[in-house]
């Protein structure tokens, strides 16, 4: 069965370090990646995916995730974190039994950047 | 502006009384689905919708409806509430590559 794990349920870094929010997945072909922010009181917001070519992806805000086939994993990564980027972040991955409309979540991660 | 809308935004209601939830799409898209969110569960999908009069069951289906009568319109229906119904609910559309999610609308189900 097609899963994601965001082993972390909260994430805390200092203002101006760089930050990473973890996810891995588990699927029976190729991952279609994604990774969703949630803003307090907001829906969810897209940031990036991957879906095939570069490993490294470049998303909104600054962000950007790396994909590695060998462990599994699509962490999402930042290079200077500011506090406006404190939120939920939430790792997700194409359902391939459900076609393209669905994706499975990860529980997601609290991310807490602190001045 | 493109954008998923959910009405209403909150509601708080009593067990049994039937309601609902609508979502509408200004992007043409075919796809839509519904979600809820409950702390440490991330987001599960509900139902699914595939086209006009095509929908389908998600991962936790049981307790609602829905129904796809126009192309832009998705409501969520639940017939008779119930408190493991509380929840935060959303609405996204899709390209088929990226979902696109409405404000959420937070249920509570006294």
């Known amino acids: 069965a097609q899963s994601v794990a965001q082993p972390e349920d909260q994430v805390n870094v200092a203002e101006g370090n760089p930050l990473t929010v973890k996810c891995t997945y588990s699927v029976s072909g190729n991952p279609y990646l994604f990774w969703y922010v949630q803003y307090p009181n907001r829906g969810l917001q897209f940031l990036l995916k991957?879906?095939?070519?570069?490993?490294l992806v470049k998303g909104s805000y600054g962000f950007e995730a790396e994909f590695n086939k060998s462990q599994t994993s699509f962490h999402l990564k930042k290079p200077s974190a500011l506090v406006s980027d404190s939120a939920l972040y939430f790792c997700a991955v194409r359902d391939e039994s459900g076609g393209y409309n669905k994706l499975i979540f990860g529980a997601g991660t609290r991310l807490a950047v602190h001045p | 502006e493109a954008q998923v809308t959910q009405n209403p935004r909150y509601l708080i209601t009593v067990t049994g009384k039937k309601l609902t939830v609508t979502c509408s799409q200004n992007m043409n898209h075919e796809y839509m689905s519904w979600y809820r969110q409950d702390p440490g569960l991330g987001l599960r999908q509900i139902y699914y919708?595939?086209?006009?009069?095509?929908?389908d069951k998600g991962d936790v289906p049981e307790g609602y409806k829905v129904s796809r009568k126009e192309k832009r319109n998705f409501p969520l229906i639940l017939e008779s509430p119930s408190p493991n119904q509380t929840s935060l609910y959303f609405c996204?559309?899709?390209?088929?590559?990226?979902?696109?999610f409405g404000p959420g609308t937070r249920l509570t189900v006294l």
């Open positions: 919708s595939m086209n006009v009069e095509v929908t």
């Open positions: 991957y879906i095939t070519g570069d490993n």
């Open positions: 996204a559309s899709s390209t088929g590559n990226e979902q696109f």
